[in-house]
């Protein structure tokens, strides 16, 4: 059953691949065994986030269920970008999909680094940018300012002839703004949404008096069901407001959701948290796909 | 050769090797859900799935009305230890401590749930010439209730909260018991009871599963005697696969270890302090 999808030069077997950070393939491995690289649920495979340094991630807790969706403050834990290269890349090159590695940088001269090694590299067919990261100085996004999004892309555009995807964040006033400021710079794609900025409290205790933040990291990143209204309204916007494709995320858990992304726009859909509650996800919403296109 | 590989029961040991799980998540049936004191057994019938080993544990989530209950959760499934198989037989201990937990406490004989695994690590033989003995603390004896059965019935020291409690006891055999107010048993900790045990039992192998006071102190116990021990732990996980990252306790040497895929049974010689953390979600 295929439902092919020409993507950044890729010819993907259907179009529904993972959102970075959702899908641990090697560990993923060890516990599915053989069955995973001979049904893989996704038609393109998106590394976890790798940082030019090793990140244990933060302090947990780091989860928080809330109506309809999840909390994270996970923290981007990796191995950094010489193990990620010396470690994962032979592990994760003998997927049976492309793959896409996802890097962010805490500055534009680290994505600079991290985006050169990258390109060096055949196992690797496109490059995703996590613009997600705090301005040291700002304490800004970087993804939420189109004038350094623009500054990122004149620093490690003409470094790679690969495709480059910059990861939109919602979290900042207006996402088209942004989204033109990337694909003026020179992005190949857009993907959207990242997870939107949430926060839970600690369980009241009796007696106690104010309680703090549950996460570890303080706040977090909301995903699932519950976003999957705004994921629609970002993923039309920018789409209807660019000429490079989408890669439409946020709250798919079924054909339905991918169909409505593609129809707003997307060329590939994502999938991430539902995935954590079934890891075949992917492969399944794929077939369906197929058989309502195939019944029309 | 490791030294594991020399089995006095060898037979039954074989029963400790971690098995692979299917990539998706299958829907099996509620055979029953029997109230045991203040917990519930929940017994499904499983016949595709592979046989787990003692300390694996399972995602679950029922297939109707998973969702829309307090806070309108829950959403994601929850990790549940396995506390026995047989012949495509599985059961799970339950205590409804959170809406998801509360959910699958209502289970009937008829339902159905989703359910993803075997996942994670299982429990290791002893050694040649150790005694397993087996420590748990209230709804962490769903693995030992396993493993006990599988390690030719070892003793087990179990502590409670109250009598009520202790009604868990009558899963295991050759049971110890402490409870936290003296309703039942000695009163006060379990690890009390493990104290004295090894006192005179040098060759002894420990296997614990409990809240993290109770892991904490068997810890400290069976380190400061060179023990050795494992520990099953609990945390709130999303996915149980290792995709989330969500589930870390620290290790040792520093950094975190995965409590779905390193664990939920680790060798408790790599474990930093065990912190009083609480799992969400539950």
């Known amino acids: 059953m295929r439902h092919p999808v020409s993507f950044l030069g890729l010819e993907l077997a259907h179009p529904i691949i993972n959102g970075s950070g959702t899908f641990d393939a090697i560990a993923a491995r060890a516990v599915f065994g053989a069955e995973l690289d001979c049904a893989f649920p996704f038609a393109a495979f998106v590394s976890k986030t790798i940082t030019l340094r090793a990140q244990d991630g933060n302090p947990p807790p780091r989860l928080w269920e809330t109506a309809s969706g999840l909390v994270n403050s996970i923290g981007l834990p990796n191995p950094g970008l010489d193990a990620y290269m010396s470690r994962d890349l032979p592990q994760l090159s003998t997927l049976p999909v492309p793959l896409i590695t996802n890097v962010m940088g805490s500055t534009i001269e680290e994505f600079v680094d991290l985006v050169a090694a990258c390109s060096e590299r055949d196992e690797i067919a496109a490059i995703e940018l996590n613009v997600s990261c705090p301005n040291v100085k700002t304490g800004l996004d970087l993804g939420s300012d189109p004038v350094q999004l623009g500054q990122l892309l004149a620093a490690v555009r003409p470094l790679t002839g690969k495709p480059l995807i910059v990861k939109l964040t919602p979290n900042c006033a207006d996402v088209v703004v942004c989204a033109k400021a990337a694909a003026d710079g020179g992005a190949d794609a857009l993907s959207l949404i990242n997870t939107l900025r949430a926060m839970a409290l600690a369980p009241r205790v009796v007696g106690a008096g104010r309680v703090g933040p549950w996460l570890g990291g303080g706040t977090g990143g909301l995903s699932g069901a519950a976003v999957r209204a705004v994921a629609l309204a970002q993923v039309a916007a920018v789409a209807r407001s660019v000429d490079v494709p989408v890669v439409g995320m946020g709250g798919v858990q079924r054909a339905a959701h991918a169909r409505d992304l593609l129809d707003a726009g997307a060329t590939v859909v994502a999938v991430g948290t539902e995935s954590f509650r079934d890891p075949a996800v992917g492969a399944r919403i794929a077939q369906e796909l197929l058989a309502s296109r195939s019944s029309v | ?282």
């Not at chain 2, 994670?120 to 002893?126: A, E, I, M, R």
């Not at chain 2, 090894?198 to 420990?206: F, I, W």
């Not at chain 2, 990252?245 to 975190?256: A, E, F, L, Q, W």
Request: with cysteine.
């Open chain 2, 1 to 282: 050769m490791s030294p594991n590989e020399d089995h006095a029961t060898a037979p039954a040991y074989e029963r400790l090797e971690r098995a692979t799980a299917p990539l998706e998540r299958r829907l099996v049936s509620v055979i029953a859900c029997e109230r045991v004191g203040p917990y519930r057994l929940l017994r499904v019938v499983d016949p595709a799935g592979p046989r787990p080993a003692a300390g694996q544990f399972a995602m679950l989530a029922t297939a109707e009305r998973w969702g829309a209950g307090e806070d309108e959760r829950p959403y994601l499934p929850r990790a549940l230890s396995f506390a026995g198989w047989a012949d495509g037989e599985a059961s799970f201990l339950l205590e409804d401590v959170g809406p998801g937990t509360k959910r699958l406490c209502e289970l009937r004989a008829g339902e159905e749930l989703w359910m993803l695994g075997p996942l994670g690590t299982c429990f290791t033989p002893p050694a040649h010439g150790r005694r397993p003995l087996l420590v748990g603390g209230g709804i962490g004896i769903a693995p030992l209730i396993f493993l006990q059965d599988v390690l030719g019935k070892p003793a087990a020291l179990l502590g409670f909260r109250d009598r009520a409690h202790t009604l868990g006891a009558g899963l295991l055999h050759d049971t110890r018991l402490t409870t936290d107010d003296g309703s039942e048993g000695r009163r006060g900790v379990v690890s009390e009871l493990l104290s004295e045990e090894l006192d005179h039992e040098e060759n002894a192998t420990v296997y614990a599963c409990g809240p993290p006071a109770m892991l904490e102190a068997v810890r400290a116990l069976c380190a400061a005697r060179s023990v050795p021990a494992e520990l099953a732990l609990e945390a709130g996980m999303a996915c149980g696969f290792g995709a989330c990252y969500g589930c870390v306790v620290p290790r040792r040497d520093g950094g975190y270890l995965r409590v779905c895929v390193d664990g939920p049974v680790v060798d408790a010689r790599e474990l930093e302090q065990i912190e009083a953390h609480v799992g969400a979600p539950a």
